[in-house]
């Protein structure tokens, strides 16, 4: 590939390094450029152009990337649309991310222009949650270079997800006198909840005496795929209550102790085939410990071992995290860097006397169908402003748990309701991904794709869907756009960013029309009763603004 300034003369099919504004058009980086662009950039007396040039053999940054993330992309591994010379790759499932460190290392180290980052082994993974990105760096490879990268492959997998799977487990806890039973309840709490972020369920807990022979009695009478033990006092050896109890009921002990703290002193036992665990104290609490690596690889289907335990050492000082991730019920997994806002506070006007927003459309309200996407995707939190029959509005959603906010100057305009929305954003918010509330046919899985590729350190501040070349709705914005947003009025949006921070834009291109597709009249709202996939050419959304 030759790189650098270029004659127009000899440009014709070279890829623009920076984008250039000449004769009122903007001409982005990564172009090909094409003999009409050349000829605008003349008219506007430029002569020449810091473009890449490919050169036989050389592979473009998007192909390369494809076709690398393609082939180490394993089981439940998803591989996104490349864009910009990256190809990122999500899970398909929840579960826990298995890698070949020494590969991922081999690749890296082949060529400073091929890159992949991933998440460490055994992360857990929510659905579509990304686990690495394959980035080009410059705008083309040599093919040569690819070809050792997939060399280095080899037809096996480099990524692969472990799905959590239905596990259902028993808990037994031990009393001793003076015990009490709120202890032993909230730690049943606490159990349930974080089986459930596995998929699995608890299926019954017994109690009894902190004495080997009760335990013992009720080990034999435990049923499930796993076994939980939490003892009225930690265990300090492998003669103690627990471990005595698991042997005096036929059962084996594997391992005692781990180097990971919280969480020194669990019990690897085996009972009849399943695994039984011995819990440290700190399995009470719900904060992170090393309890809850065991049980991620167990619910993930991998063999969990005296070797695989004694190997937990290395980010095992969990007790040192200054922030340690808490278990939650709702949403684990989801970053929280890109808000949702659903503007849903029109008129409808050209819907006659009915607000569209609560149109039936297979048995939900329209409205219903956006805020569901946005809920399932990775945008959190979800603000919905309300203006026209807001109470309605409100009410058709039921209990979705989105943030309300209303607009009492919505007869002004689209500009109010986004000033409005964007006032009820989150400090720690990084983007806003703006959707209107006319665009049923959004899903979380094209939201997801939006917000993976929204990166504003790396120049990618303002994300657009594009649909054979046509840009689309919804759009997100780094919130450093937040203030030029505000400053808006009447009855358009924030569209106008796009072309005065052409550099900071990057176009998505989508694999249906949905983000093109609003539903403004009566006669749309039937066509797509009619036929919801329907390919036809749609009128395309009105701005997130505008």
Not at 159 to 165: D, G, I, N, Q, S
């Amino acid at each position: 590939m030759r790189f650098g300034p270029t004659p127009l003369a000899e440009a014709e099919g070279a890829l623009l390094a920076h984008s250039v504004r000449a004769g009122g058009r903007t001409f982005k980086k990564g172009r090909r450029l094409q003999a009409d662009d050349l000829a605008a950039l003349g008219e506007a007396g430029i002569g020449e152009v810091i473009a890449a040039i490919l050169e036989p053999g050389d592979v473009h940054e998007d192909e390369a990337a494809a076709r690398l993330a393609t082939a180490l992309a394993g089981t439940e591994v998803q591989v996104e649309r490349p864009f910009t010379g990256r190809c990122n790759l999500l899970a398909d499932a929840a579960g826990v991310l298995r890698l070949d460190a020494a590969r991922v290392d081999r690749l890296n180290r082949i060529h400073e222009a091929v890159t992949l980052a991933t998440l460490p082994d055994f992360a857990v993974l929510q659905p579509r949650q990304m686990v690495g990105t394959v980035k080009i760096i410059p705008f083309a490879v040599p093919g040569t270079v690819l070809e050792r990268c997939l060399e280095v492959i080899d037809g096996t997998p480099l990524l692969e997800v472990a799905p959590f799977r239905p596990l259902e487990v028993a808990l037994i806890q031990t009393r001793l006198d003076g015990t009490k039973e709120s202890v032993l309840d909230k730690t049943v709490a606490i159990t349930a909840d974080r089986i459930a972020r596995t998929g699995g369920r608890l299926i019954g807990e017994a109690r009894c005496a902190h004495d080997t022979r009760a335990l013992a009695r009720r080990i034999e009478e435990a049923g499930g795929d796993l076994l939980l033990i939490a003892g009225a006092s930690a265990i300090t050896d492998r003669e103690d209550v627990l471990p005595a109890a698991i042997r005096a009921a036929g059962g084996e002990i594997e391992h005692f102790g781990m180097p990971v703290d919280p969480g020194n002193l669990i019990l690897l036992g085996r009972l009849g085939g399943r695994p039984v665990l011995g819990l440290p104290g700190c399995a009470r609490s719900p904060k992170l410990n090393g309890f809850d690596w065991v049980l991620q690889r167990l619910a993930a289907g991998i063999e969990v071992g005296p070797a695989a335990i004694m190997g937990m050492g290395v980010g095992g000082l969990l007790a040192e995290i200054p922030t340690r991730p808490q278990p939650r019920a709702e949403s684990p997994g989801r970053p929280g860097k890109v808000a949702g806002l659903v503007l849903a506070a029109g008129q409808s006007r050209r819907m006659g006397r009915d607000n569209k927003l609560l149109a039936d459309l297979e048995g939900k309200p329209m409205i219903a169908h956006v805020v569901d996407a946005l809920l399932a995707s990775r945008a959190s939190p979800v603000i919905l402003v309300t203006g026209h029959e807001a109470d309605r509005v409100r009410a058709a959603l039921g209990e979705r748990k989105v943030e309300v906010v209303h607009n009492p100057a919505y007869a002004l305009g689209l500009s109010t309701s986004l000033r409005a929305g964007l006032a009820a954003l989150p400090e720690d918010a990084e983007g806003v991904l703006i959707a209107l509330a006319d665009m049923p046919r959004l899903t979380a899985a094209a939201l997801d794709r939006l917000i993976a590729a929204f990166n504003p350190l790396e120049g990618r501040g303002i994300v657009v869907p594009t649909v054979r070349g046509k840009r689309g709705n919804p759009v997100i914005f780094a919130t450093r756009y937040a203030e030029a947003m505000a400053q808006v009025a009447g009855d358009v949006g924030a569209r106008h960013l796009l072309g005065e921070h052409a550099d900071d834009v990057v176009e998505i291109e989508m694999d249906d029309d949905a983000a093109l597709l609003d539903v403004d009249t009566r006669a749309a709202l039937e066509a797509l009763r009619r036929e919801r996939d329907a390919s036809a050419p749609v009128e395309p959304a009105s701005a997130a603004g505008g």
